[in-house]
């Protein structure tokens, strides 16, 4: 059963727009949640993280928002550039599981010049 | 520069031959991860080692094996025994297992068993 799930498999969007990508999980016990990004070939880099004791954290263009009481999280990106083409993969964490973290399967993420 | 240095970058085996995939960090990080990725899935954890000589298994460990025994380097042995062990696989580390402590990850070794 996927804990952690990111429905959107693609998203395209216009250089300049904004980027939205869309995370749910199901386990109310999570705490933390991460974003990571991924270039083909390459490991995935951390992009930004959210502790449940907070409902948005910004950091330049990118900010993630978490509505706990939906189960919903999701990450923003403004302004969109060609260089932000990339997978992005959403996790979540909690004590209780010795902090291990559960992925989505990602959204890969095309930003048209 | 500090990272993670995965080797070889891709990998090929006859099936029932065991393979050493290398990991070696220079972060100085106490905890390191070897993740699997296959098409249509998320990361799955295989093992994680908080620390020198100790390591502990994750998911999807049956199948592999690992060492700890520096702090700079997590060997993972896919041996005969998996049953499908054609995947990308990724090692990663930390400074901690707390949560603020993100993970770094390797470029990966893609390996292909025929």
């Known amino acids: 059963d996927q804990q952690v799930k990111q429905n959107s498999p693609s998203l395209s969007v216009q250089e300049g727009r904004i980027s939205i990508l869309n995370c749910d999980y199901t386990?109310?016990?999570?705490?933390?949640f991460l974003w990571y990004k991924k270039y083909p070939a390459e490991g995935p880099t951390f992009l930004i993280s959210i502790s449940s004791i907070k409902d948005k954290n910004e950091d330049g263009r990118f900010t993630v928002f978490l509505n706990k009481s939906a189960k919903h999280l999701s990450l923003h990106i403004v302004p969109s550039q060609p260089g932000d083409s990339a997978v992005y993969f959403c996790a979540a964490t909690n004590a209780g599981n010795n902090r291990k973290l559960i992925w989505g399967l990602g959204t890969s993420l095309a930003v048209n010049p | 520069d500090g990272g993670i240095t995965q080797s070889p970058k891709y990998l090929f085996r006859k099936e029932g031959q065991n393979v050493t995939l290398s990991c070696e960090q220079n972060l100085n990080h106490d905890a390191m991860y070897w993740y699997r990725q296959d098409p249509g899935q998320g990361l799955r954890l295989i093992y994680y080692s908080q620390i020198v000589n100790d390591f502990q298994k994750g998911d999807i460990a049956e199948g592999y094996s690992v060492s700890r025994e520096k702090k700079e380097s997590f060997p993972l042995t896919v041996t005969s025994a998996q049953k499908n062990p054609t995947a990308f696989y990724l090692c990663?580390?930390?400074?901690?297992?707390?949560?603020?402590?993100?993970?770094?990850f390797g470029n990966g070794t893609r390996l292909t068993v025929t």
């Open positions: 386990n109310s016990m999570f705490d933390y």
């Open positions: 990663a580390s930390s400074t901690a297992t707390g949560i603020r402590s993100p993970l770094h």
